[in-house]
């Protein structure tokens, strides 16, 4: 079994900053891709970031380059979204996904976490 759980959420002035945290409970692979995904009301699901641990490749949507940054932790089984200069259209809900032995750019996912609520204010 492998459990996704995302935290770090909250509201924020715009201009500030937040770093969300995607846990892997019970079980984790050494090597795979994973994606933090934001969805916000009337828009499209957006694929914002994916790491993968086979190759330490990154790849970051345009709306969030130079703002956002992906890292991962193996020892705690952990992947952080860094979010900076938060502007109000970074609004959403956001969700990680992950496959094993994937890289990025990835397009299927095996396991998905819940999400969790970014609210940035002007």
């Known amino acids: 079994e492998v459990q996704l759980v995302e935290s770090g959420g909250g509201l924020v002035q715009a201009g500030g900053s937040l770093r969300l945290s995607c846990a892997a409970l019970?079980?984790?692979?050494?090597?795979?891709?994973i994606s933090w995904f934001r969805q916000a009301p009337w828009k499209e699901r957006e694929d914002v970031s994916c790491?993968?641990?086979?190759?330490?490749?990154?790849t970051y949507a345009d709306s969030v380059k130079g703002r956002f940054t992906i890292s991962s932790d193996n020892a705690k089984k952990t992947v952080y979204l860094q979010m900076n200069s938060l502007k109000p259209e970074d609004t959403a809900v956001y969700l990680c996904?992950?496959?094993?032995?994937?890289?990025?750019?990835?397009?299927?996912?095996?396991?998905w976490g819940q999400g969790t609520q970014v609210t940035v204010s002007s």
């Open positions: 996904a992950a496959t094993p032995w994937g890289y990025c750019p990835q397009y299927e996912y095996d396991y």
């Open positions: 019970v079980f984790f692979f050494d090597d795979y891709a």
């Open positions: 790491y993968s641990s086979r190759d330490d490749g990154t």
